[in-house]
Nanobody, 119 residues
Framework: QVQLVESGGGLVQPGGSLRLSCAAS????????MGWYRQAPGKQREFVAT???????NYAGSVKGRFTISRDNAKNTVYLEMNSLKPEDTAVYYC?????????????WGQGTQVTVSS
């Protein structure tokens, strides 16, 4: 059974920091691109950042320079370090796993963790 379990969300003041974690089980973690996505109230889910099995990262323009994605293959965990948080970063943050070629396209989502940026 595949599970992606996010943690680390919460309430933080503008300018503050949070570190999200996503622990994966039931998959061969090292062959997956891992990503973070977010969904604010009334909006569509949007891309935040991804990191490949080779540790190549990609970021949405709105978070570049403030957020850092990383992974620990030994712990089957992906992280999102979020700094200089803004109220517009408020959303439910979801972890996603996408298997990389040459394997058949397969992806999994976590249940999400709430991040609220407010004074």
């Amino acid at each position: 059974q595949v599970q992606l379990v996010e943690s680390g969300g919460g309430l933080v003041q503008p300018g503050g920091s949070l570190r999200l974690s996503c622990a994966a089980s039931g998959i061969s973690f090292s062959i997956y691109t891992m990503g973070w996505y977010r969904q604010a109230p009334g909006k569509q889910r949007e891309f935040v950042a991804t990191i490949t099995s080779g540790a190549r990262s990609n970021y949405a323009g709105s978070v570049k320079g403030r957020f850092t994605i990383s992974r620990d293959n030994a712990k089957n965990t992906v992280y999102l370090e979020m700094n200089s948080l803004k109220p517009e970063d408020t959303a439910v943050y979801y972890c996603k796993a996408d298997v990389e070629p040459p394997y058949s396209p397969t992806n999994y989502w976590g249940q999400g963790t709430q991040v609220t940026v407010s004074s």
